[in-house]
């Protein structure tokens, strides 16, 4: 089982940049498929990206470009560098971990991962 922290959101204007960090808690962490969702007000959470437990990495097309993912086994972290950033970014993100054998399938969708974070606001202003 782990545990899953985030922080670094906050607000910040079109085209600026922010870096959000999940920190994970509990065993085995590089074992762990680690992702970035999103899920702004009326709307369904979205994947915005993954990195698998073999290091590869996805991204959703809307964020393709702009966003990099990251994670640091040894410290038991996630990182999303997220640049250029829209208005239509804004929402709460999430982070989430799907434990699997090392370079299991790990698709960038909700119903895959197991565990979450309580998440961390973004807010682009135009």
């Known amino acids: 089982q782990v545990q899953l922290v985030e922080s670094g959101g906050g607000s910040v204007q079109s085209g600026g940049s922010l870096r959000l960090s999940c920190a994970a808690s509990g065993a085995d962490y590089s074992h762990y498929c680690m992702a970035w969702f999103r899920q702004a007000p009326g709307k369904e959470r979205e994947g915005v990206a993954k990195?698998?437990?073999?290091?590869?990495?996805t991204y959703a097309d809307s964020v393709s470009g702009r966003f990099s993912i990251s994670r640091d086994n040894a410290k038991n972290t996630l990182s999303l560098q997220m640049n250029s950033l829209k208005p239509e970014d804004t929402a709460m993100y999430y982070c989430?971990?799907?434990?699997?054998?090392?370079?299991?399938?790990?698709?960038?969708?909700?119903?895959?991962?197991?565990?979450w974070g309580q998440g961390t606001q973004v807010t682009v202003s135009s």
């Open positions: 989430a971990a799907k434990w699997g054998p090392l370079y299991a399938s790990c698709p960038l969708s909700a119903s895959s991962f197991d565990y």
């Open positions: 990195i698998g437990n073999g290091g590869t990495t």
